[in-house]
């Protein structure tokens, strides 16, 4: 079972509850810990009267409920004394429902001046009127949630309802900019189109159905969109009998009709009706941006003299047949120490991480290198495309779509590497065209890694290929539930400048003139420079940065990152394959989609017998079978315990190993390392130590004053914590294990036996 979503703390304005769906709202916001302000006019359906009752009665039933509630009997038109009561009552405002509403319904020839104005004056002016009186104290507090209620009759339009239909989708359009408006500050503005019987409906709909659509099926869609967990920002939802569904709007590839130094006609309009409106290959614009750059694109390509649509030009230019399959000339790659540490700091990492020291220093004992910078090494590759018979590619039109990594053994921190690179497909996707291009990289004769490069190419469609290969590594669809793991981490001002040296050169990435030209109003961050972020936060949180686990990577790139932004990988665990999305913390624009990670399963401990390992402390044990247990009751911890618990393991005086428990986030996780976020309290403790207290041997209230520092000061609780043992021993089904002393061996040196017994003991070699 997930956690249940909680209005605890939190203070919601339901307009319109005296009744209906605005009442369900209400009572259920209450019923989870909020406090609701329950506003009703109480007039008649068509905005004549008003009456106390309707609210009051619904402010009756949250308290007999047990939760909180006042009533307020203004006019959603007098938004400022509604938010005034919000914040007299409970002293803030955390969500508004603009729900209100009549009807006024008459045929478009009938409707009056009356009709018009009052529809539009409580559902459009109405909730701007409550939604700015809002505003400010959400955009202060930093957090706000906005429901619109608009209407099937406004999206799809509906007779006798001109008046209620236009005042409808203009609740879609405020909803659109407030969103905009309110990304920065986690203000985030949703709208639902709901059907429900309720008062409004049961003149248009038969009483059986107006009985089975209840408001109940329709409120769990606006608690949700209203919590403080939920990401969603600017979407428009139909809901109603228990469905859900999201809408978006989706624009055919159309047709330019104008030809350079040309009249535009009608009869050229007519002409091209059909291709117009056929929505073979139609797009789904997203913002006003990506609306506008079809404009400029045409406006390129009008004045260069080419068209939109069918494209001649595309069409004689590219002979699949001749491309597929093409080999490019072999590409060598020497780089030593210094260019994997490069590569590692323009990915952002820092010496302010202790566990990337490996990654940055060359003498560090386990240094190694990202796998990630297996790109590095192949990338050149894309630029001998231009030489590739049955292609001609216009570089300026040319975008990284999307790319995937396999690596095969862990790459060299030195030496030199030869790719081998062949046109593995081309495909055209209408718009535009994609390139595969395969790169296999060798040391010697043995496979290193292998990269896929999706390259689309802008406007380069139409020449009549095939629209998918088998050869594409295809991207994975997210699980369907909130991400077990998020790392947030602040890019640098110079992440391009520092990214750039590694080896790709593209001024986009540094040349303000450049970008501009690019329609960027700042140098942008290399795709594949968050591609690195992306994968080195999967490598820290699920495989102790350990690049042997590593296996591939595969990510679409969709929208830039500007130098100086956060990014945040959302991560979900899913045996070995980590899916992972990757936004801008600040805009919440999605960078990287339908990405994933797949890992090696982590080698187990050596049982009894088996090769003794150096540099194992006796607690990787102890953590080993935390992890073991976490993973099986991951969910049941996080509830019980909800801290991140943090620990140094000190050997010989050293520190020796950092180990993160999150029993906080999703399903809980162990990582070796420290992770970006805060630990609610961290341990340093002596390696020995630790075993006497998970073994019982040692108090660990004894070991707390001597080796610990915490952020928190309650004793019991670090005590609850520190004694992993709780952990273990509440585990069920436990079983036995030994850990011996490898005979004559080192200290640290450990052989273990694992047996099955109904009590857990952990012994340990003392030294
Ligand atoms: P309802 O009539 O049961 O509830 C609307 C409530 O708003 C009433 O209690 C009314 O007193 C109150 N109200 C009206 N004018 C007000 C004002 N100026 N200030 C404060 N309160 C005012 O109707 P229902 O069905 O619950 O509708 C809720 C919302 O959902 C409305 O915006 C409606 O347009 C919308 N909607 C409902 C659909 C349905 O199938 N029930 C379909 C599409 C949209």
Redesign the pocket.
Known sequence: MSVPLSFDGRVVLV?????????EYALAFGKRGAAVIV???????K?GGRSSA?ADRVVEEIRANGGKAVANY????DGEKLIQTALDAFGRIDVVV??????RDRSFARTSDTDWDLIH???LR?SFLVTRAAWNHMKNQKFGRIIM?????GIYGNFGQAN?SAA?LGLLGLSNTLAIEGQKYNVHCNTV?????????ETV?PPDLLES?K?EYVAPLVLWLSHESCRENGGLFEV?AGWIGKLRWERTLGRTVRQKNEIMTPEAVRDSWNEICDFTDATKPASIQESLQTLVEVLSKVDSGRGIGTNPTAAAATNPSEAVGHTLPEISFSYTHMNCILYALGVGMSTGEPDHLRFLYEGSQDFCCLPTFSVIVAQSAMTQLGSVPGLQIDFSRLLHGEQYLEVFKPLPTSGTLTSRAVVADVLDKGSGMIVLLDVHTYSGAELVCYNQFSLFVVGAGGFGGKRTSQKAVVTAPLPDRPADAVIVEQTSRDQAALYRLSGDWNPLHIDPSFAALGGFQTPILHGLCSFGFAARHVLKRYAGNDVSRFKSIKVRFVKPVFPGQALQTEMWKQENRIHIQCTVKETGAVVLAGAYIDLHAPVEPSVSGGTPQTNVLQSDLVFAEIERRVKGQGQELVKKVNAVLAWEIMKDGESARHWTLDLKTGHGALTRGVTGGQADVTFTVADQDFMDVVTGKLNPQKVLDTHTHTHTPKVEFLQHCFSTGLLLREAEGQRERHVEPEAGGRPEGLRQTLRSSPALTLTSAAH
């Open positions: 307009t319109g509850a005296g009744g209906g769906l605005g009442r506003n009703d006019l109480g007039g008649d359906i905005g309707a203004d006019s959603v038109e603009n729900n209100a509403g009549i009807l004056r409580v559902h109405g209620t608009s209407s099937a009759a209620y409808k189109a709901p059907t429900a019987g309720s008062r409004l409906t709909m659509l408001a109603g």
